[in-house]
């Protein structure tokens, strides 16, 4: 859990027993019970722009706030815009432009902007409030995985290393391309193939990278984990990026903060360490899948998710440890 996260949790103590799910276990989205059939999931989240193209940038935060609603199960309703935005460059068309992709992506994924609000600030921010629903019985936590589960992973990993390396003038619009690519996909698909399997533990992999996020959901379900290094999807052409040593800061300390749970085997390369735990902006989901459901849930996601990898299985434990093979 991060720091903010922990204050939040302090500043707000909950008891109500209506919130199912609230700051205290890392999970994606509040989780408020509105009756015996029916809960709102809530979440938010926007942030600086990442890429250069205006419509793009809008697209991605859209896609990134409704990802934690689909991480839960959840089926997105209607949503509210966030902007901060420099009042003295309101009139060059920017800002329509963010928020031209936002609306799109929202339209895409059958949400409703009812509305939002924007504050001057010198640096831009863009993102979403995002309200959703969910059946009681369907909620997907991070705390429902069981020992001797399969880890399935629906997006490529290195989208953090690609727009450093864009802010350092060494992304190609090829490689460009493909992490907006991913970055602007939503995980509905994804997150449809998970309820038909009848997947009851996931979360979506963003700033703390995949072992930052795989490691909250081991902690939060009392088990452990092991990866097999050799099948994590990657975006073509990051490795070279960070052997050129484009890595994000947020990277590098989301290694050290993981360090003492995850027992890296020495042929794990130092690259692979760090795409372990690039910080990721609307990354992919990360499920635990029952053995006899595996197959069915890959059979789902395919052509509905930008990959799907089984890079390794739950165990049983330590909690919260991962051994990197
Ligand atoms: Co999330
Ligand atoms: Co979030």
Known sequence: MSELAQVLRHLVPNEDPRALVDASTGDDAGVYLLDEDRALVVTTDFFTPIVDDPYDFGQIAAANALSDLYAMGARPLFALNLVGFPRKHLDDGTLGEIIRGGMDKAREAGVAVLGGHSIDDPEPKYGMVAIG???PDALVTVGNARPGESLVLTKPLGTGIVTTALKEGAASEEILALAVATMTTLNRGACEAMLDADVCAATDVTGFGLLGHLRNLLRQSGIGARLDTSQLPLIPGVVELVEAGHVPGGTKRNLTDVQDDVEFAPSVSETTRILLCDAQTSGGLLMAV??????????????KAPVAA????????????????
């Open 133 to 135: 629903e969910v059946h």
């Open 290 to 303: 029952r053995e006899e459901r595996l197959a069915g849930l890959l059979q789902g996601l395919d052509g």
């Open 310 to 325: 089984v890079i390794g299985e739950t165990t049983e434990g330590p909690p919260g440890s991962i051994v990197a093979e």
